[in-house]
């Protein structure tokens, strides 16, 4: 069955710097675009980036453009999101997401001094 898994979530200072790591595993993980997306406290969902299947291709929400980076590794069917500069509006669960429909479990990001 299909299993993505986040990890790298935790408690980082404003200015600071994560690297989320999401596994996947059940599917043929090169074959599929990944994304990232967030959900802060009484907020909807929302997308933070997108990567194509091969890498070649990457989107951004507005909001984090020039401070964050999705990349992949197609040969350990991993995904990653490095967040630089955080910022107390990026605390939110962060969750990994395969084109066809399914998602982790979430990761906590927390940016507070």
């Known amino acids: 069955q299909v299993q993505l898994v986040e990890s790298g979530g935790g408690l980082v200072q404003p200015g600071g710097s994560l690297r989320l790591s999401c596994a996947a595993s059940?599917?043929?993980?090169?074959?599929?675009?990944m994304s990232w997306y967030r959900q802060a406290p009484g907020k909807e969902r929302e997308l933070v980036a997108g990567?194509?299947?091969?890498?070649?291709?990457?989107n951004y929400a507005d909001s984090v453009k020039g401070r964050f980076i999705i990349s992949r590794d197609n040969a350990k069917n991993t995904v990653y999101l490095q967040m630089n500069s955080l910022q107390l509006e990026d605390t939110a669960v962060y969750y990994c997401?395969?084109?066809?429909?399914?998602w982790g479990q979430g990761t906590q990001v927390t940016v507070s001094s």
């Open positions: 997401n395969v084109e066809v429909g399914y």
């Open positions: 059940g599917f043929t993980f090169r074959r599929y675009r």
């Open positions: 990567i194509s299947s091969g890498g070649g291709v990457t």
